[in-house]
């Protein structure tokens, strides 16, 4: 068996990337970075045929592999695939999104000293919480206080902001907040992200809200009804993890 890895550009793996993310099933939180070129691209060859891809970030994380994929057929050969680009790249890390099966299977198997980078939350419940004195409106020039394309105006002072990325991994959206830290403890961040999930909802806004990401504490996604993205029962683990290959 012959293995051979190969720089590529976006136009060589645009159906296997389909195919990877119609597997997925999910929000990929790194789906942009391919065609940002924030990475580069690897076609996979097995005894002269294309049988996978991957991309390692070029920039911020450099070195570090953020996307592998096999075609079905090729499957079985995905550990020593993986470890033929592993050496082929000269990577030295390893990020998998826990929801996924094979980057977190790959990363059992070709790393140590995982750490937990993020969390991720999914929207599991509609809640109804209240914000007594607060309302949610546009952000408006001249407002101080936490940025973000909606705020909370509590009787003129801006407790809270938040917004939709929807640029990431489309139709998701991803829900981002920040509560004024004089102002948090009080529900304000749990209550912006509740509403922004409607905003998600809309019909005139065809997004699907998938993670949320808070500077605030873990609580309050949770008491908005999200919960934290559990990997498939292989290890114990959470969230989007970084990790150092032995």
């Not at 294309?50 to 953020?66: D, T």
């Not at 952000?139 to 009787?155: A, F, Q, S, T, Y």
């Not at 992200?193 to 005139?204: A, F």
Request: hydrophobic share 35%.
């Amino acid at each position: 068996m012959k293995i051979r890895v190969h720089p590529a550009d976006l136009s060589d793996i645009t159906s296997m990337q389909n195919e990877y993310r119609s597997e997925a099933n999910c929000q990929i939180v790194t789906d942009s970075i391919l065609w940002r070129e924030l990475a580069d691209l690897f076609l996979i060859f097995l005894d002269g045929e294309v049988s996978g891809y991957s991309g390692a970030w070029n920039k911020h994380f450099v070195g570090r592999v953020m996307e592998f994929f096999t075609t079905p057929e090729a499957r079985r050969h995905a550990q020593p695939m993986f470890r033929e680009l592993l050496g082929a790249i000269e990577a030295t890390h390893v990020e998998a999104q826990t929801n996924m099966h094979q980057m977190l299977t790959m990363l059992f198997d070709f790393t140590k000293d995982i750490i937990e980078e993020k969390i991720l939350f999914q929207d599991s419940a509609t809640t109804d919480l209240i914000c007594p004195g607060g309302k949610l409106r546009p952000v408006e020039p001249g407002d101080r206080g936490p940025k973000g394309e909606w705020v909370i105006d509590l009787n003129g002072e801006i407790v809270a902001a938040g917004e939709i990325l929807d640029h990431y991994n489309p139709p998701y959206g991803v829900i981002y907040m920040e509560v004024a830290e004089p102002a948090r403890g009080k529900g304000y961040g749990a209550f912006i992200v509740q509403k922004l999930k409607r905003i998600c909802r809309k019909p005139e806004r065809p997004l699907q809200q998938g993670v949320t990401r808070t500077t605030s504490p873990l609580e309050n996604p949770r008491k908005s009804g999200n919960d934290p993205l559990r990997p498939p029962p292989i290890r114990q683990g959470e969230g989007f993890t970084l990790e150092v290959m032995r």
